[in-house]
């Protein structure tokens, strides 16, 4: 009869002093298994999330250009009136209807 321990998170099973090498070679083997799966989920996670965030930063990028173009046309509509109103007081006329 073999000792079933288990690791406390992943619950992989463990090897026991106690037990014969041909026990644990199969505990060994499913552990290793288990953990390679683990390790392949992960990783295929981590890609999905890299995917994902480079896709928001490609839409982000486009999103802060839109933003400093608009800002940009706003600063020169502000820039041309104000122009525009010095000149309306220095000549103390209205050249420019406002």
Avoid: C, F, W
């Avoid at 552990?31 to 392949?40: G, K």
């Amino acid at each position: 009869m073999s000792v079933e321990i288990n690791t406390p998170h992943r619950d992989y099973p463990l090897p026991h002093q106690s037990n014969l090498l041909e026990q644990d070679v199969l505990r060994l083997i499913q552990a290793l298994t288990q953990i390679d799966v683990d390790v392949d989920n992960q990783q295929q996670g981590l890609t999905q999330l890299q995917t994902m965030l480079e896709q928001q930063g490609k839409s982000g990028d486009a999103n802060l250009a839109e933003l400093k173009a608009l800002l940009n046309q706003q600063q020169a509509a502000h820039h041309e009136h104000h122009r525009k109103q010095k000149l309306n007081h220095l000549l103390g006329e209205t050249i420019y209807p406002l």
